[in-house]
């Protein structure tokens, strides 16, 4: 990899500013702004949390499967770095859905915690890609490392069309979807409030999303730099 | 715990973790620019030293 130059950060800078400005309109759309469910009431209210986050974690997910799937495929670094810096946002938000999930389990199904094909899928999940950032952390040799964790990375995406079938094809606790239904149009099963609070909290953390990773993927390209300075030096 | 309790707790931990992330990376990232600084630095210095 060559020599990385002091970009100006400036793009990363509004990205951070949109994004915390999106965030504090989606906080305030589903906090204060949208109704409260009627049958839930405001516990609700974690569902403009808990979409967007898994679904931001199936995109983070996404591009661990691109980057693993081009690094195998043109052994370029950089799709490397990008698979690697995905999968750790990925594990957060996955974590994040999970924990979020069980809040709101415990206060509508009254537990924190039930063995369901959904859950216990994504939880799965959770598990394959901390084994991901583990297998990164352990392995020494370098490329080795690389290569097995891209086959370990687009393993691990399949587990995503799996944890979406789930609720079809088991009868589970976990309700299908309710909103993006093939039968009926977005805006005729969820109050225009509700729909809006839920688009913006999508958009704000797909706005974060992208931000984390660009600082995460410059923190991969410094690394890998200052790696290849070190064997200069040895050499 | 009332439906608002369960709510801020969700908001609370999510909100919390990610500041703690944003703000690790951050420091993650500082680091590494001051390693690759101070190796660029002494790298010039021993060209310097050779020439």
Redesign the interface.
């Known amino acids: 990899m060559g020599e990385i130059s002091n970009r100006p950060n400036k793009r990363k800078g509004y990205l951070g500013a949109a994004a915390l400005i999106i965030v504090l309109a989606g906080l305030y759309w589903g906090l204060l702004h949208a109704p409260p469910d009627a049958y839930q009431g405001e516990v609700q209210r974690i569902m403009y949390l808990h979409i967007p986050s898994i679904l931001t974690a199936y995109l983070s997910f996404f591009l661990v499967f691109v980057g693993s799937c081009l690094y195998l495929w043109k052994r370029e670094k950089r799709d490397d770095i990008l698979a690697y810096s995905a999968a750790e946002i990925g594990v957060l938000f996955t974590a994040l859905t999970i924990i979020e999930g069980s809040i709101w389990g415990r206060s509508t199904w009254g537990v924190w915690w039930t063995w369901d094909a959904r859950l216990t899928l994504t939880a799965i999940l959770l598990l394959i890609f901390a084994g991901y950032l583990m297998l990164r952390s352990l392995t020494e040799e370098d490329n080795r490392g690389a290569s097995s964790a891209a086959v370990l990375g687009i393993i691990g995406f399949l587990d995503i069309p799996l944890i979406h079938m789930s609720v079809y094809w088991w009868r589970t606790l976990h309700q299908p979807p309710s909103i993006l239904r093939p039968d009926k149009a977005p805006w005729d099963n969820i109050h225009p409030a509700m729909l809006t609070a839920l688009a913006i909290n999508f958009v704000a953390f797909v706005l974060l999303y992208f931000y984390l990773l660009s600082l995460r993927f410059r923190l991969g390209e410094l690394r890998e730099e200052i790696k290849a300075r070190w064997l200069n030096g040895e050499n | 715990?009332g439906?608002?309790g369960?709510?801020f707790?969700?908001?609370g931990?999510?909100w919390c973790?990610?500041l703690i992330?944003?703000l690790t990376?951050?420091r993650?990232?500082r680091r590494?620019?001051v390693?690759?600084a101070q190796?660029?630095t002494s790298?010039e210095s021993q060209t310097n030293a050779q020439t």
Do not use: D, H, P
């Open positions: 715990m439906a608002w369960f709510v707790l969700a908001y931990i999510v973790a990610i992330y944003w990376l951050k993650r990232l590494a620019e390693e690759l190796l660029r790298e």
